[in-house]
């Protein structure tokens, strides 16, 4: 694949999601019946299902290389520990870029949060499909096995890990804010895969971090906001310095086991 062809195959895919989601959004105007209704509650879920669907059926259907079964056993217990703690410290350590982004474009975002009613058991079971269960998957074959690993055959691991790594990132548009974070979670991604050869393990970090931030956000709104509420402080960079710190430990961990196979 070259980049002109990667270049292309990310544009019919952001092209799939975008008319996707219109098209649902649209339809919802005409069917839902309030914002609790089983439309808006199931309407991350099947846009999500449908955008993907299509993208398999019309784009990614005849790669039958793409799916193996390699990709998935064996599967080494000892990559799950190091994994769970390059999470945890990619979480702390890319707060800052959400922060920075929030004071710069939206400073009246606290207030906006804290007026926001709580979401439904059945909103949050919609959210938790769509970001930890469905995205990871879809995401991990488009990105890494697909654009990366094709990547991979006719430029540098290196080349191959920017431009991958940046269309995971605007794939994520329009949370500007997240720009930067996705474009470090999708370079994290690239190297996992690149080091094991498996996509399960990419797979399981991107499944984490999604899951990781929801457990912030539904379980230690508290704590995360105490966080952010340091407001650029010595501790709020020292805490932030941590994350990096317990990053790095993760991945020294990770690439301490040898597991390297051929994309």
């Known amino acids: 694949m070259s980049f002109r062809q990667a270049f292309l195959f990310f544009i019919g895919c952001w092209l799939i999601i975008f008319l996707t989601g219109i098209a649902f959004s649209f339809l919802l105007r005409f069917v839902s019946s309030g914002a609790y209704s089983p439309y808006n509650v199931l309407y991350p879920v099947v846009t999500m ?10 784009m990614v259907r005849k790669k039958a290389a793409v799916f193996s079964m390699r990709d998935y056993v064996p599967f080494k217990m000892d990559f799950i520990v190091p994994v769970m703690v390059m999470v945890l410290g990619i979480q702390i350590a890319n707060q800052p870029f959400l922060d920075l982004y929030n004071r710069i474009f ?15 058991g059945l909103h949050l079971l919609s959210s938790f499909l769509s970001a930890v269960m469905i995205a990871p998957v879809a995401e991990e074959y488009l990105f890494r096995k697909i654009i990366f690993g094709q990547l991979c055959k006719t430029y540098t691991a290196s080349d191959a890990v920017l431009v991958s790594s940046v269309f995971f990132s605007l794939i994520h548009l329009p949370l500007y804010g997240k720009l930067i974070p996705t474009f470090i979670i999708g370079c994290v991604s690239c190297m996992i895969y690149y080091h094991t050869g498996k996509l399960v393990y990419s797979i399981l970090f991107h499944l984490l971090n999604n899951a990781l931030a929801m457990i912030w956000d539904i379980f230690f ?34 690439l301490r086991t040898e597991t390297r196979e051929n994309l």
């Open 106 to 120: 939206f400073p009246g975002l606290e207030k906006l949060i804290e007026s926001t009613p709580p979401e439904s």
């Open 49 to 58: 299902l449908t955008s993907y669907g299509s993208i398999w059926l019309l």
């Open 221 to 254: 709104p508290e704590l995360w906001r105490a966080y952010t509420d340091l407001d650029f402080s010595f501790l709020y960079w020292l805490i932030a310095g941590s994350g990096i710190a317990i990053f790095g430990l993760g991945i020294r961990s990770f």
